[in-house]
C-alpha cells in the first residue's frame, strides 16, 4: 500500500500551480507537505484527495491509478481527508457525528436514526481522540481544538467504518491539522497524528501526508519533510536535511530560522526557534 505521485500538475487558465511534482508516501511514514503562500501545496492535496482534478501525471494508491476517482470513491480504498478549518456536523453530538460515518458503509435508510445504531465503534475511537467524555455534547460547543480532534476521528471512522480497525493500511490526508490551534494543542495533537503512523491492535499503521504552516508541527513529527516552492518541490528530506536546506531557509524559512525542534542549529547559530513559520 502505497502513495504515488508521479508528473502532477495543476493549471488555472494558463497559470501552472503544480509543476509536475512526484513524490511517495508508504504506511507507517508521517510525510509532511510545506511551503510559502501560493506555492500550490492545497492545489497539490487538493488533487491527491479529489477535489479537484489533475491537469497531468497520476496519483496511484496500492497500485490502482485513482485520480479519476470521486472523493467518495477514493474514501472506499481507504483514503480519507480533512480540512484547514474543522469540518463537522455541528446540528449533531460528537457522538453522532462519528457514528455518521461508521454507519455509511452499512447503508442508511431515511427512516434510520443514528440513536439506534450501534454506538461502540465510534466510542471506541473518541476515546482514541480523548474525546469520550463529551460524547453526548452538541458538536457546536466544542471549543476549536476539540473540533479538531472530532474531525480526525471522523476521518478514521469513514477509512474502513469499523472504528479504524482497517485490515490493511489507509492514507489519511490531513490538511494544516495545527491551523488554529495553540502551541500546547499543537503538540498533543500531532502526538496523536503521529501515533497513527504505529499498529494498533488489528488496525494497521496508517500512511499520513499532511500540510502544516506551523514549525512546530512538522519538526519533530514528520519523518519526511517536502518544500513546495513555485509549485515544484524544491527541497525532499529529513527535518534536519531540510533545515539546511540553503534554497529553504532563503525562500522560506528564513536565514535566521533556528532548527532548535530538531535538537540543533543546522548553522551552529545561537537563535531561538520559532514556532511558525515566517516568510523570509
Known amino acids: 500500500m502505497t ?11 494558463g497559470v501552472r500551480a503544480v509543476r509536475g511534482i512526484s513524490f511517495a508516501v508508504v504506511p507507517g511514514e508521517c510525510v509532511a507537505l510545506i511551503g510559502p503562500n501560493g506555492a500550490g501545496k492545497s492545489t497539490s492535496f487538493a488533487c491527491i484527495a479529489g477535489q479537484q482534478r489533475a491537469s497531468a501525471g ?13 472523493p467518495a470513491q477514493r474514501l472506499q480504498r481507504g483514503i480519507a481527508r480533512t480540512f484547514q478549518v474543522a469540518q463537522t456536523f455541528d446540528a449533531l453530538s460528537v457522538l453522532h457525528n462519528v457514528q455518521l460515518l461508521t454507519q ?10 443514528l440513536a439506534d445504531a450501534d454506538s461502540a465503534q465510534a466510542m471506541a475511537l473518541l476515546q482514541q481522540v480523548g474525546l469520550a467524555a463529551l460524547a453526548h455534547s452538541d458538536a457546536r460547543s466544542l ?15 469513514g477509512l474502513t467504518g469499523t472504528a479504524g480497525a482497517a485490515p490493511v493500511p489507509g492514507l489519511l490526508l490531513l490538511d494544516e491539522p495545527a ?3 495553540s502551541a500546547d494543542e499543537r503538540v498533543e495533537l500531532m502526538q496523536l497524528v503521529k501515533s497513527l503512523t504505529q499498529p494498533q491492535g488489528a488496525r494497521a499503521g496508517l500512511a499520513v501526508l499532511y500540510t502544516e504552516h506551523n514549525m512546530d508541527a512538522v519538526f519533530g513529527v514528520a519523518d519526511r519533510v ?3 516552492i513555485d509549485g515544484e518541490i524544491a527541497a525532499h528530506g529529513t ?17 535566521w530560522w533556528s532548527a532548535s525542534l530538531l535538537g540543533s542549529d543546522p548553522d551552529g547559530a545561537d537563535n531561538p526557534a520559532s514556532t511558525e513559520q515566517h516568510d523570509a
Open 3 to 13: 502513495l504515488q505521485v508521479q508528473g502532477l500538475e495543476k493549471h488555472f487558465d
Open 58 to 70: 497520476t496519483v496511484r494508491w496500492n497500485g490502482e491509478r485513482i485520480d479519476r476517482l470521486t
Open 104 to 113: 455509511l458503509p452499512r447503508g442508511m435508510a431515511a427512516y434510520d436514526r
Open 143 to 157: 471549543p476549536y481544538g476539540a473540533k479538531k480532534r472530532l474531525e480526525l476521528a471522523m476521518a478514521l471512522a
Open 179 to 181: 491551523a488554529g490551534l
Open 226 to 228: 517536502m518544500v513546495l
Open 239 to 255: 527535518p534536519g536535511e531540510v533545515a539546511r536546506d540553503t534554497t529553504v531557509r532563503q525562500r522560506y524559512l528564513g536565514k
